[in-house]
């Protein structure tokens, strides 16, 4: 469904391939993929992982690099250098850093082939990890593109769930749903 250009939910327990299912997708499309990550450990081990595999068409911004780094990162994204662009929440929140999308997208005749959520969860309240950032992601995304959304997580009650649906605005995506049993872990109790 993502290489046919459709938004999707994935919720898939932690080690089951989410960060798969976005790499594989974006790198079959033409165009930059931007992946909304809320922590700047992740980003920085997803952007290690794909140099790992031979893929050095990724970028990250993160309070982590300094200026000088922050701006050859910038200007890898606005000159479409990258396929992948990992940016905080906060991060997308920033007006100047949006108006730089904005110049990406329209003046530089760049797109965004998807919008990756990633730690999805974080946009409901009802979730463990909730950053009102999260909130305001979808207007950003419409504004730059309307890039077709992967929002992915691996703790998602239904309530959760709906919540996703609802704040991203993805009431017609589908969701797909993986097994959370895992054998390899249960509660003892013992007296």
């Known amino acids: 469904r993502a290489i046919q250009g459709l938004s999707v939910i994935g919720l898939l327990p932690t080690g089951s391939g989410k960060s798969l299912t976005y790499q594989l997708t974006a790198l079959l499309q033409p165009g930059m993929t931007i992946i909304i990550d809320p922590i700047k450990s992740l980003m920085k081990d997803q952007f290690e992982g794909l140099l790992k595999n031979g893929i050095d068409g990724a970028v990250y911004i993160n309070s982590s690099l300094n200026l000088k780094q922050r701006k050859i990162a910038l200007e890898k994204i606005k000159k479409a250098q990258t396929i992948f662009a990992f940016v905080s929440p906060e991060r997308l ?88 049993n895992r054998p390899n872990l249960y509660y003892e109790v013992r007296p």
């Open 93 to 180: 929140q920033d007006n100047t850093f949006r108006k730089e999308l904005l110049e990406t997208s329209n003046l530089n005749n760049h797109y965004f082939s998807y919008c990756v959520i990633d730690e999805a969860h974080c946009v409901s309240e009802w979730g463990h990890d909730f950053r009102p950032e999260y909130r305001r992601i979808r207007p950003i995304i419409n504004e730059i593109g309307k890039a077709p959304v992967i929002a992915l997580t691996a703790t998602a009650t239904p309530k959760v769930q709906h919540d996703i649906q609802k704040n991203l605005d993805m009431n017609n995506a589908k969701v797909f749903k993986s097994s959370f």
